[in-house]
């Protein structure tokens, strides 16, 4: 597949190497990389190339630059009723479709994070697998402050991860709190000099790489299982039915009815 066949992108760099790593980079420096809904409408795309591209097994998303990783949905494109392109004119809050396209694609996704990872920005790095951050990363929901909020992920994943009192303090304090800050809260999983941000994300993700991907993917989906509610079973439902398909049981039942005949289980065992 090629994304470029569906959509220029214009807001995002979209990178893959060898190795097997995609790397979505939000592009809008100038917002210290607040998006739009064609910002997001970009990654998202992005993210649907990596889930079906077969050589990919593992997406980093990014900020370009070291200021920062994204500043949530960019202010000045803010309407009554969501956040609106020139030109489209559509309200739309889509960052919460990528979100849940984040919990959903079966690869793990890792925010490597420089910079601010405020508002919108600091959810989208809660909703992805693992995050490394540099030592001058700062965290926090603003929110409160411009006179918005996140009821979805935003706060369910971060009372996850940090606790109740916590993300209760993180919402309607709206402070911000620093790399070492994130770490002792488990917000993030390490912090590393900035100038090692893409190399330590790269060896991170060429860890990730040597283990079995199907393990990968029902460990993903197991972890969002109890979160997700029906959606998350649903995510490991699917995962079973598409490992049960690969199987020589599974493929009896198709065969037997592509060739008008009765399915013959009697060489599976009942396993105890
Ligand atoms: C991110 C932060 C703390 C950075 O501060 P600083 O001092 O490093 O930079 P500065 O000068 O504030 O920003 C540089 C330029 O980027 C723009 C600024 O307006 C400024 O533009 P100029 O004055 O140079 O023209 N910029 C930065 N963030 C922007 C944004 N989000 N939208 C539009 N322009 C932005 C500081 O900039 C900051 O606090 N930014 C605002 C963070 C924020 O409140 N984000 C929205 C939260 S709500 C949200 O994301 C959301 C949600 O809650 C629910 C659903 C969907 C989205």
């Known amino acids: ?33 607040a998006f739009t809904p064609r910002t997001v409408q970009e990654i998202m795309c992005c993210l649907d190339d990596a889930r079906d591209d077969k050589d990919v097994g593992v997406i980093v998303l990014r900020g370009s630059g070291d200021l920062a990783f994204c500043s949530g949905g ?3 494109v803010r309407g009554s009723n969501g956040y609106v392109d020139s030109g489209e004119g559509v309200p739309r809050l889509n960052v919460l479709d990528l979100q849940i396209q984040i919990r959903r694609t079966p690869k793990p996704v890792v925010a490597s994070v420089a910079g601010y990872a405020v508002g919108g920005g600091h959810i989208l790095h809660m909703v992805c697998d693992l995050t490394i951050a540099a030592d001058n990363a700062v965290f926090g929901q603003t929110g409160p402050k411009v006179g918005s909020f996140d009821a979805g992920y935003g706060c369910a994943a971060m009372a996850r991860i940090v606790g109740q009192k916590r993300a209760r303090e993180i919402w309607f304090l709206a402070r911000l709190y620093s790399a070492e800050d994130a770490l002792r809260m488990g917000l993030v999983n390490t912090v590393v000099p900035l100038a090692q941000l893409e190399e330590e994300t790269a060896v991170w993700c060429r860890e990730m790489l040597r ?22 079973l649903v995510q490991l439902g699917g995962e079973a039915t598409r490992l049960f398909y690969g199987s020589a049981e599974g493929q009896e039942g198709r065969d037997a009815y592509n060739s008008h005949r009765a399915p013959d289980w009697s060489k599976f065992t009942r396993t105890p």
């Open 211 to 232: 283990n079995s991907p199907t393990a990968l993917r029902f460990l993903k989906a197991s972890l969002n299982a109890a979160e997700d509610g029906h959606a998350g």
């Open 1 to 33: 597949s090629d994304v470029s066949a569906r959509l220029t992108l214009s807001d995002v760099i979209y990178e893959k190497c060898e190795e097997g790593i995609a790397r979505i980079t939000i592009n809008r420096p100038h917002r210290r990389n």
């Open 74 to 76: 960019d202010q000045g």
